[in-house]
């Protein structure tokens, strides 16, 4: 084959390396959607199970986010140290419907990472006008390669402004916060502290003999 051809033929063969690459960014994020899926049913046979349970964590994200939760966990949100979340972090919120009209859409790659889309409707049951039944959620998962597989390193949900947050910076956040007021904070050196105003000490003036 000469050169010429063989340069024609990896052309061709290129759009379906990059469509197979895209498809397998997709893999951990559905794994991730299935779990949901099953979590917002009417019958969750998934009850118990997380996002974040040890099997998860290892195998579908990446070791600077499962670093970042581990680290994050450490402060639970309740006392039953159920994790650093108060609410579901793929629907962004605590109540909803059955996830409807899920899509999964991987983007092309850029700088070793994929944007994965997702959307789906949450309020589909609501017919009492309180929220838009129709409105779509939108939520980014940053996939990158590491040893080989396509992990997720970072979950990010678009608010109604259409800004993309990213939970990768809430999970830091919720370490800085806990270490500022936990146990192992600096306090203050009360040997320095100012009595206050009106707290004046005692003065004992000497009697002569």
Not at 4 to 28: E, G, V, Y
Not at 94 to 121: H, M, R, Y
Request: glycine residues 6%.
């Amino acid at each position: 084959m000469s050169v010429r051809n063989l340069a024609c033929a990896l052309l061709l063969l290129l759009p379906a390396a990059t469509s197979a690459l895209a498809q397998a960014a997709a893999d951990p994020v559905k794994n991730v959607m299935t779990l949901a899926e099953g979590l917002w049913s009417d019958d969750p046979k998934v009850e118990g199970q997380d996002y974040f349970d040890k099997d998860r964590l290892d195998a579908l994200y990446s070791k600077r986010f499962a670093e970042a939760y581990r680290a994050a966990a450490k402060f639970p949100i309740y006392d039953d140290a159920s994790g650093p979340f108060g609410y579901d972090v793929i629907t962004n919120g605590q109540d909803g419907c059955p996830l409807k009209d899920v899509s999964i859409t991987p983007g092309a790659e850029a700088n070793g990472v994929t944007d994965v889309t997702v959307t789906f409707k949450l309020w589909t049951c609501v017919d009492d006008g309180s929220v838009d039944k129709d409105s779509v959620n939108e939520v980014h998962f940053s996939v990158i390669t590491e040893s080989g597989k396509p992990v997720i390193d970072d979950i990010r949900r678009k608010d109604d402004e259409g800004k993309l947050d990213s939970l990768m910076t809430e999970m830091q956040d919720i370490v800085k916060s806990g270490q500022d007021v936990g146990p192992d904070a600096p306090q203050p050196d009360e040997s320095q502290a100012t009595p206050p105003a009106g707290d004046k000490p005692e003065i004992i003036l000497s009697q002569p003999e």
